[in-house]
């Protein structure tokens, strides 16, 4: 494993632990409600270790789900039943609560915008202030620490994680450009070579005679199967796997800071066609990275109708140039030869390649 790759599930794991510590802060609470002057009744502790039980097995879910890229919504929503229980469980003394409070809020922080992160640490330090009027500067301070450390620690692991999948996926790319570059040259100088050692060898077998004639058809036979498998060589090249074209694409606009959206047919697309369209969406999304300032950008692959439509649009183009690029036209000549029809154009505020080909 590489030093980066190293680092990079050092990274994840810190990260892991750093949002699944709030976990532990019901049961610090606990203890502490527990051997505190007047403490609730047995049952009342009971009933809130059960939930602060329950609460750190979801909480840790939640947890996994985020750092794997999940929205973990029905996980924060259990914690934050079970939070409320175990404050109304606790309530004096309220030790117990708010460290509960405290557990969820930097857990719920993850999943949503800043403005509502805002509004939710607001909402939790007045829920603990409610409890303990003079605590509410301490409240607001460790609320606020706590829900935006977490979210920078969350934040920095996923740009760290969109940029080592963008570099993997370019090194796939290039590894793709590679192989068709190698196909293409193997099939122009050796397929070119055998196909004129056939022709000739057929024309010096009707000039020859006897064993000769035989033996320079032989070559021609042999020159033509050579270039058979050659062509089945080459063919397995330029073979692209359109998933995981997708999925480099997605990564590398992620890196790029761009949100993308993948739509896929559930019926299975011919090897001809699927390489078709995985160069589309490679040219396409080319496209997006250089000639626009966009923030999302959908593919989308769709199947009916006798006919496969791919759909790639994004917003923010940048305004056409007065010549045209050489991609939307080799793209276009593509698609053509296939018996389709590929459109490409403006319309509010975004721009959308549109390629239908007969299945």
Known sequence: MSDSRTEYERLRRATKWSVAGGALLPWVGLFWTA????????????????????????????????????????????????????????????????????????????????????????????????FQPYGVVFYAVTISMVVWL?????????????????????????????????????????GHSLSAIAVKSELAARLASGPAAEEMMEVRRLARESLKEIRSVVRGYRTIDLNAELRSVRAVMEAAGISCALELPEAALSDEMSTLLAWLV?????????????????????????QVELTV?????????????????????????????????????????RARIPA
């Open 35 to 130: 051997t505190a002057p007047g403490p609730p009744p047995p049952w009342q502790l009971v009933v809130a270790a059960v939930a602060a039980a329950v609460f750190t097995v979801v909480y840790w879910r939640a947890a996994s789900l985020t750092v794997a890229g999940t929205h973990a919504r029905t996980e924060v929503i259990v914690t934050g039943v079970l939070a409320l229980l175990i404050f109304v469980m606790t309530r004096e003394p309220e030790f117990a609560g708010v460290m509960t409070a405290l557990g969820w809020a930097a857990l719920a922080g993850l999943h949503v915008s800043r403005s509502t992160a805002v509004v939710m640490t607001l909402i939790a330090t007045g829920a603990c202030a409610a």
């Open 282 to 306: 490679r040219e396409s999304s080319t496209n997006v990275l250089r000639h626009s300032a966009a923030t999302r950008c959908r593919i989308r692959v769709a199947s009916s109708d006798g």
């Open 150 to 190: 977490n979210r920078f620690q969350f934040w920095f692991w996923t740009v760290v994680k969109a940029a080592l999948d963008g570099r993997d996926a370019q090194a796939k790319l290039a590894v793709t450009e590679e192989r068709l570059r190698f196909s293409r040259d193997l099939h122009d100088v050796v």
């Open 313 to 353: 649009s994004n917003d923010h183009p940048k305004p056409p140039r007065s010549t045209a690029g050489s991609g939307l036209a080799g793209m276009s000549e593509r698609v053509a030869a296939l018996g389709g029809v590929l459109t490409a154009g403006q319309n509010d505020g975004e721009f959308t390649v």
